[in-house]
């Protein structure tokens, strides 16, 4: 069963960075496109940032520049490297995989398999 689990979260001053790892197990990596998705309370979950296995990116608006999402094939782990930080960022990051390629990478319908998550919490 395939199975995702985050690292990396934790708690940050405005402007800090914080780098997110997702490691996959029972799982043919290179077969999935990879996504990060973050929800804060009372809000929708939103995609971040997402990955395919010929290494193409996907950015939302509100993070380009600032994010850079990566992955290590070899290893089954994403990566999501969290520059400059702001308060409206603090959320529950989640690591997301769909079963193939997909028509809309940030679309969390289009993931089937979810990890439990990991707290982003930025103070100002």
């Known amino acids: 069963q395939v199975q995702l689990v985050e690292s990396g979260g934790g708690s940050v001053q405005a402007g800090g960075s914080l780098r997110l790892s997702c490691t996959a197990s029972a799982f043919t990596y290179n077969s999935y496109t990879m996504g990060w998705f973050r929800q804060a309370p009372g809000k929708e979950r939103m995609g971040v940032a997402a990955?395919?296995?010929?290494?193409?990116?996907r950015y939302a608006e509100f993070v380009k520049g600032r994010f850079t999402i990566s992955q290590d094939v070899a290893k089954n782990t994403l990566y999501m490297q969290m520059n400059s930080l702001k308060p409206e960022d603090s959320a529950m990051y989640y690591c997301?995989?769909?079963?193939?390629?997909?028509?809309?990478?940030?679309?969390?319908?289009?993931?089937?398999?979810w990890g439990q998550g990991a707290q982003v919490t930025v103070s100002s």
């Open positions: 997301a995989a769909a079963r193939r390629r997909v028509l809309w990478p940030l679309g969390k319908n289009e993931y089937s398999y």
């Open positions: 990955i395919n296995s010929d290494g193409n990116t």
